[in-house]
């Protein structure tokens, strides 16, 4: 089994203190940072863009993971890449038949991609981009907002991606997002996710370092 990662979003942070967040998650064991990148069109809320993931890039060496729940990232990828992202998934509900594209997009830029569904978006929609990934992220809520309940169906579509990429002889990270908690991180690791996103978790714990290392134990 791949080691497990505990992904903190930044979307449950105090906005006005970023740069603090985002240095105590480091001290607290995190393994990189996830950011949730929303233009109220894609997903009905708004959070941040390319001048924070520019920013953060000073106050952290953690990867920084950004997750871009926007229309049209392919105008957007390369300017992520430049300001200092590691990893860049999209989503296939707004890319559809370009993502292969747009994953190569990423690539070219030189960071990692990655390929994110939906709830109720099945596994064959994304299953022949899964080679040139380099991690499936499958939400476990639908996205806009944390602190939404984790739906357990999913896990059949994390173990689906994990046959996938064994049967290929792919070593792809497989990360799940959305409702996760002690119990929830549990059943997505035997399902075979090994990086775990966590906001609400994470932010509302008394002791994040005792929380992250909870969640990955
Ligand atoms: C949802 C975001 C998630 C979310 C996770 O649109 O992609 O990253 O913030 O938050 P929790 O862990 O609170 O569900
Ligand atoms: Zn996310």
Redesign the pocket.
């Known amino acids: 089994m791949k080691k497990v990662k505990i ?1 903190p ?4 942070a105090d906005f006005s203190k970023m740069g603090e967040e985002v240095r105590s998650l480091g001290k607290s064991g995190a393994d990189m940072i ?1 950011c ?1 990148v ?1 233009d109220g069109v894609f ?1 009905p ?1 708004i959070t941040f863009g390319i001048k924070m993931v520019e920013d953060l890039r000073k106050v952290t060496p953690l990867p920084l993971d950004c ?1 871009l ?1 926007i229309v049209n990232p392919e105008k957007y990828v390369e300017k992520f890449a430049a300001a200092g992202a590691d990893i860049i998934t999209v989503h296939y509900e707004a890319c559809k038949e370009n993502l292969p594209f747009v994953l190569k997009q990423i690539k070219a830029a030189g960071v990692k991609c990655g390929a994110v569904i939906n709830p109720d978006t099945p596994v064959d929609k994304i299953a022949d981009v899964i080679p040139l990934c380099d991690m499936v992220l499958v ?10 309940k ?1 739906i357990p169906s999913v896990l059949d579509k994390v173990r689906e991606i994990r046959a996938i990429a064994d049967r290929l002889g792919l070593d792809i990270d497989i990360q799940i ?5 002690a119990e929830t991180a549990a059943l997505a690791r035997a399902a075979g996710a090994n990086i775990l ?8 714990a008394e002791n994040r370092a005792e929380r992250i290392s909870k969640l990955r134990a």
């Open positions: 992904a979003s930044i979307l449950s996830h949730d929303m997903v809320n997750h729940m939400m476990s809520v639908f996205p806009g907002f944390g602190g939404q984790f997002d959305g409702g996760i908690n996103v966590a906001g609400n978790a994470i932010f509302k």
